[in-house]
């Protein structure tokens, strides 16, 4: 089923660990994006992909890093993990024209 | 720097009765407009979408919106609501190109029967 597949589902970290969340899309969509939504903030963006091999910031980068090597693949990292970094993480995509998004399940994080 | 209006928080309405959500957005150029509908603990998943053309878009679930430039709005409305529409809804907005879309706080819907 074409889609977008994150994991972990979630996590619980410790604070100061580095975490890797990943996102796989089947749909060959140049571009993807990194989200954390939390109570009362709505989605703010992290990072963006336009396309494989570039990337850009969002409305709230610091604290995390992406790669895009491949169209497929968008994993975020945390470096070093920090308690306000607990929230939930969605990645998303975007095909040709304008369309809507298309949104993974999401990834719980809890940091510790 | 664009962004979107979500003045209601949280509407309770009763099952049957009709719903209009709120969105504004604050941009200079022809924006394109999202609803995407979030339930408890699910990602998120478009509801409709408006680019161009008739300014009234119907969605999926019985759901429809108006666009009105002139107010900068794109409300979201269904005539009779179900329990189980009760969810997280987000107006969101994006331009041509890569533009990322830039999402609204939120409204929490509750359905009361």
């Known amino acids: 089923i074409a889609g977008i597949t994150q994991a972990p589902t979630s996590q619980i970290l410790a604070a100061g660990r580095r975490m890797t969340l990943r996102c796989t899309q089947d749909m060959r969509h140049n571009a993807m994006y990194w989200y954390r939504q939390d109570l009362g903030l709505g989605l703010r963006l992290i990072h963006y992909?336009?396309?494989?091999?570039?990337?850009g910031k969002g409305e709230v980068p610091d604290g995390y890093s992406v790669s895009r090597a491949n169209t497929d693949d968008f994993p975020l990292t945390l470096a070093s993990a920090v308690p306000s970094q607990t929230s939930v993480y969605f990645c998303a995509s975007r095909g040709q024209g304008g369309l809507g998004y298309t949104f993974g399940s999401g990834t719980r994080l809890t940091v510790v | 720097a664009q962004s979107v209006t979500q003045p209601d928080i949280h509407i309770t309405v009763s099952e049957g009765a009709s719903l209009e959500l709120r969105c504004n957005y604050s941009?200079?150029?022809?924006?394109?407009l999202f609803w995407y509908v979030q339930s408890p603990g699910q990602g998120l998943q478009l509801l409709l979408k408006?680019?161009?053309?008739?300014?009234l878009v119907q969605g999926i679930k019985g759901f429809e919106a108006e666009f009105k430039r002139s107010q900068s709005s794109f409300n979201l409305r269904k005539p009779s609501v179900h329990w189980s529409d009760a969810a997280e809804y987000f107006c969101?907005?994006?331009?041509?190109?890569?533009?990322?879309?830039?999402f609204g706080k939120g409204t929490r819907l509750s359905v009361i029967a």
């Open positions: 941009y200079g150029a022809t924006p394109y």
């Open positions: 408006y680019f161009s053309g008739d300014t």
């Open positions: 969101a907005v994006g331009y041509s190109g890569n533009t990322p879309l830039v």
């Open positions: 992909s336009n396309t494989a091999g570039t990337t």
